[in-house]
């Protein structure tokens, strides 16, 4: 049996399942994953990306921060892709209960999905560091230099930067639906990115199924192992009703 029929036959099956995605979701909208540096960041910016996203560069250089943020982190017109179009359809027909993602792009609830963990928070979600006042994303864009609040405050972006913690009220209840979940399909993440990647330890059941490009660290935890394209995966898969 071939592994999309055997996932397609596990899906069927169940109706608790949970999804937990990487930048590799991202990346088929449009999305560059900031972490495989290529000439464009050495030629343009002084630091590597991980520096420059980091909280000590973020309140050391702030308006270098921002230029960088900018430039590579804000893609407002991406569109979601066929993964996230299908986990959405799963939640409506009652057989996915969250999704979990490392992303900050908004993609998986642009794509119609309610439970959405942003385990590192949001680029459209921003708020002022002195007085807590929120801000959408245009506050950033239609800025220059660095962001300020009405109150003089700095505007900063809800997102988890290098050397920050997750927050622990998201992160506790990710840990809780996975605990719980029949299924738990990874995809689009090489897994070597923590504490998040760690997730993957709570998972109790017998159907861990692992979807990305490359092979990861962690294939030989894997019951099912399904190599390519998630959105190309994904599209294969039907979305019936509940159990």
Known sequence: MDTIQTLQEWIDSSDNIVFFGGAGVSTESGIPDFRSVDGLY?????????????????ERKPEEFYRFYRNKMLYLDAMPN??????AELEQSGKLRAVITQNIDGLHQKAG???VLELHGSVLRNYCSRCGRFYPVEAVTQS???P????GGKIK???VLYEEGLDQKIL????KY??????LIIGGTSLVVYPAAGLIDYYRGDKLVLINKAPTGMDDKADLLVQGSIGEIMSQIQAHGGR
């Open 42 to 58: 050495h030629q343009e910016y002084d630091y590597p990306p991980e520096t420059m996203l980091s909280r000590t560069f973020y």
């Open 82 to 87: 066929e993964a996230h179009r299908k986990l």
């Open 113 to 115: 999905s309610r439970e």
């Open 144 to 146: 220059e230099g660095v």
């Open 148 to 151: 300020h609040c009405e109150c």
């Open 157 to 159: 972006p809800d997102v």
């Open 172 to 175: 506790s209840k990710a840990v």
């Open 178 to 183: 996975i605990e719980k979940a029949d299924i």
